[in-house]
């Protein structure tokens, strides 16, 4: 008798599935998904990360004016630098706060409706940065950039995360990078913005913030008619109808069996195991070494040193001669070439991989760090050094964006398989703003003690951090999470598969102890 056409080899059908899946095109309602969740989420905190710097001198003046209304008598050195500090560094706290709510939203309002309540957090603080100078209080600035700091620390967990849940994984990096692609447009759109021209004026600064409001009603507007997480709605909701749904709209296909099949087999994988804690994740030596990878690759997305860029170029493109009204224009390009930069490592990441973005985003970095340290160092010397030094300035900031600046959010969302997910992403988000707040707090106090040599402090994290992805991490494109877990197995000292109770036993959760009494009662009869 013949053998029956599809009783094929499993690894003969899991390769034509992969083939179906890479030839399937990419739905309108996908990339709907993927641009307005990124409009209302990671645009708001790259504009955030930009809109301050135009503006900082009028805000300046208004707090002084303020304090002379109160106070009868103009601010003290010490007490506006407190003040401006203080507005800059607590959208960092802000993050923080976020980032620590972020699991339990996660967990009672799924992705979706995370994403939207987010959004009511950008309206508040929008109003309360545009009328504070109206109502004359600078405290309401204070508090509408705390508030907004907690915007974006739920959207840089959320969105990633819904993001990963939603897209095929022949195509999970490229939308993946939608994350870096519009925190890079926000950062440019705060530059544009902020010109003279523009709302860069004494009259219309206030104006910069009211922007705020706009991509969080554009994504309130849209982002309802869209579909939640297939992953969320099946392992965690247990809707298995909502699940099939969800997918066929963003596959724009009517047969789903292979994709449910395949988050099937990851919720059996966890089958007695519920969203775990941030404890739970910290002790499970099954995801030691993601956790880890994670950490440290979070850790150097922010300790390698592009904020502290901004710092110089100014002062290099004065140094270069460059008039004074003239380089705002000129900054400009450095949001643009990051914009550009994250475009397409959006295109080619699939093709590529993460892994090789990542180490050659951070090896070029070290070296345009160094570039850029002896450059600095004959710049009094030559008159066209500081020309160098500005394209050395573009290339640190091309190779950031080629990878290190959108790859973390990705990788954090791959190497975790559901359940760990939420509380995965609260631990990154937790470093990557730890991180932030201490470049902003010691950067100055390095840069006083090593001047012009302060970079190679960041050529040192590059180095160390492309070492360690190049040891550990390995690949992830184009692989399911399980696939990704069993990749970790080894360095784990983990068995690669492993019987469901062996697996309860390893993640730390208690296991079903009435299908262990049947699993007992079957071996005695057996025998």
Known sequence: MDKPQNDQPADHRMSESRKTSEQQPITACLLSAAFFGALGSSFIYGYNLSVVNAPALFIKAFYNTTWIERYGEPLSAETATLLWSVTVSIFAIGGVFGTLAVSLILKVLGRKGTLLLNNSFAIISALLLTLGERAKSFEMLIIGRLIIGVNSGIALSALPMYLGE???RHIRGSIGQFNAILICSGVFTGQVLGLPELLGQESRWSYLFSFLA??????????????ESPRYLLIERRDEAGAERAFQRLLGKKDVSQELEEVHTEARAQDNLHTASVLQLLRSPAVRWQLIT???????YQLCGLNAIWYYTNG?????????N???YITLSTGAIETLA??????VIERIGRRPLLIFGFCAMAVFFSLLTVFLNFQDRLSWMPYLSYI?????IASFCSGPGGIPFVLTGELFEQSYRPAAFMIAGIVNWLSNFAVGLLFPFIQDTLQSFAFLVFVVVCVLGAIYLFVVLPETKNKTFMDISKSFAKINKIPATLPSNE???ILSIKPDMNGIVQDIAKMESSF
Request: hydrophobic share 65%; proline share 10%; net charge negative.
């Open 326 to 328: 003239i380089i705002p």
């Open 316 to 324: 290099i493109l004065r140094d270069a001669g460059f008039a004074e």
């Open 503 to 505: 697996m309860e036993l």
């Open 392 to 396: 050395s300035i573009l290339a640190v």
């Open 294 to 300: 994670i950490i440290i690759t979070m850790a150097c």
């Open 166 to 168: 939603i897209t095929p």
């Open 214 to 227: 706009l991509p969080a009603m554009l994504q309130l507007c849209v982002l309802p008619f869209l579909p």
């Open 342 to 347: 994250a475009i397409i490592s959006g295109l």
